[in-house]
């Protein structure tokens, strides 16, 4: 059984940076796995914003590619997103995600509409509030 725990988020002026960590349990060790991070602003759709597999291969929403960056230990116990030049439209509730199969990274991440990311992905954190003031 695998379990997430995301931290690192908090209250950033419009510029600045965040770094979002992501605590993986239970991960068995060589398995191929595809995690992921997601948002969810209120009164808005979740979205995705970037995924990484286990050979490193990363994928960006066009909304963050240049300013978010996506990364993994050698462990795959940890993920992390690296937030850079936050604006204020970044502000959301992040989520990590993660799921073994195959399928789950092969739509690019910003193409995943919230029922396809539920479907796609099986283990899920609680999230990390990020907010960034103008």
């Known amino acids: 059984q695998v379990q997430l725990a995301e931290s690192g988020g908090g209250s950033v002026q419009a510029g600045g940076s965040l770094r979002l960590s992501c605590a993986v349990f239970g991960y068995s060790y060589g398995t191929y796995v595809c995690m992921a991070w997601f948002r969810q602003a209120p009164g808005k759709e979740r979205e995705g914003v970037a995924s990484i597999e286990t050979d490193g291969r990363t994928n960006y929403a066009d909304s963050v590619k240049g300013r978010f960056t996506i990364s993994q230990d050698n462990a795959k116990n940890t993920l992390f997103l690296q937030m850079n030049s936050l604006k204020p439209e970044d502000t959301a509730m992040y989520y990590c995600?993660?799921?073994?199969?195959?399928?789950?990274?092969?739509?690019?991440?910003?193409?995943?509409?919230?029922?396809?990311?539920?479907?796609?992905?099986?283990?899920w954190g609680q999230g990390t509030q990020v907010t960034v003031s103008s």
């Open positions: 995600a993660a799921d073994y199969r195959f399928t789950a990274c092969m739509t690019p991440i910003q193409a995943l509409g919230p029922k396809q990311a539920s479907d796609g992905f099986g283990y």
